[in-house]
């Protein structure tokens, strides 16, 4: 039976979950976690990126909770989870664990979906036993695992040694971004998304990003500045999917490339015209549609699993 259309107003609004918890981490820190979606379906695990929530995955939430059982949740600073005084990679791998182990039944496979930070936080965790535990394939969206302030072209000038101050600058700014106005929203549109983004888009994505307090999003930029994830990339051993705009400014397709070249198994490098850094929210069919495809061919659910028991019990009776 197909669903109504949602109106394109409300396509960002983030939908009621259908449980909320407080997951604590290794260090005691507390994560704002949501589950969408029917017991037994088939497990997704969202993990957004620097200066978001759970909301920047209102889309795919609201397509795949029909018949997928998705876990999105707030890294910590952001949304609705405290601020803690760790900060750094250890802290994102960590909790990454903590929610799979929160949401998750011993050994049960998700595929897990990162965008920007997220996807970060996917490479930092690959060679945890939580992460190989739970993950059964990835979808990395817009993210790169070094050199981030090198490679951004969020300032329009040469590559070199200005460039790169510049951005750090900017990037890591302890300005307040004030209110959500209408150039505040061209700001954001030229630094994050496609020329063609809806207005409506542009505008949910300002009011995610403008909500994360000043603090976090200059801690948190320390922390992408220094980032090196190299060795997190060969460690990720389960297919994985990697999507990127091609006017991506704050992680250009030059990582994209990279991640699928060292990747263990990528399953695809998607290359979007024209489109930016917020992938999800840019073009959230073909995001929530590559998170199907990962599913479909990597994820077992309890049905599938009790058909081959019940069959293998047959076979052996025979």
């Not at 994102?92 to 990162?114: H, N, R, S, Y």
């Not at 207005?199 to 307090?213: F, G, K, T």
Request: glycine share 10%; net charge positive.
């Amino acid at each position: 039976m197909s669903r109504p259309a949602v109106p394109a107003s409300d396509s960002c609004a983030p939908p009621a979950p259908d449980r909320v918890l407080t997951v604590v981490s290794a260090d005691g820190a507390r994560l704002h976690a949501e589950v969408h979606g029917p017991e037994g379906a088939p497990a997704v695990v969202l993990a957004h990126g620097w200066t978001c929530s759970t909301a920047f995955w209102a889309a795919q939430i609201r397509e795949l909770a029909a018949d997928h059982r998705v876990v999105a949740y707030d890294q910590r600073g952001h949304g609705r989870s405290p601020a803690s005084r760790a900060c750094g990679t250890d802290a994102l791998a960590d909790d990454l664990e903590a929610v799979f182990a929160a949401t998750l039944a011993p050994g049960e496979k998700a595929v897990v979906a990162g965008h920007s930070m997220g996807g970060m936080t996917v490479m930092a965790a690959a060679g945890r036993p939580g992460f190989q535990e739970h993950a059964a394939a990835v979808l990395l969206c817009s993210t790169g695992s070094s050199r981030l302030v090198a490679r951004s072209t969020v300032v329009p000038i040469r590559a070199g040694r200005l460039r790169t101050g510049l951005t750090r600058r900017v990037l890591g700014s302890r300005a307040p971004l004030g209110p959500v106005t209408p150039l505040a929203q061209r700001i954001l549109k030229y630094a994050t998304m496609g020329a063609g983004s809806a207005p409506h888009v542009v505008e949910a994505c300002a009011r995610i990003v403008h909500a994360c307090p000043r603090r976090v999003r200059h801690s948190w930029s320390q922390v992408l500045d220094r980032l090196d994830l190299d060795d997190g990339v060969r460690e990720l051993r389960v297919p994985a999917a990697v999507v990127v705009g091609t006017a991506d400014r704050l992680t250009p397709p030059v990582h994209a490339r990279a991640l699928a070249a060292r990747l263990p198994q990528c399953v695809g490098l998607t290359e979007l015209p024209g489109l930016g850094h917020m992938t999800p929210m840019e073009a959230p069919e073909l995001v929530t549609g590559k998170i199907r495809e990962l599913v479909t061919s990597y994820v077992r659910t309890r049905a599938d699993e009790d058909y081959d028991n019940g069959h293998t019990r047959i076979g052996e009776g025979a």
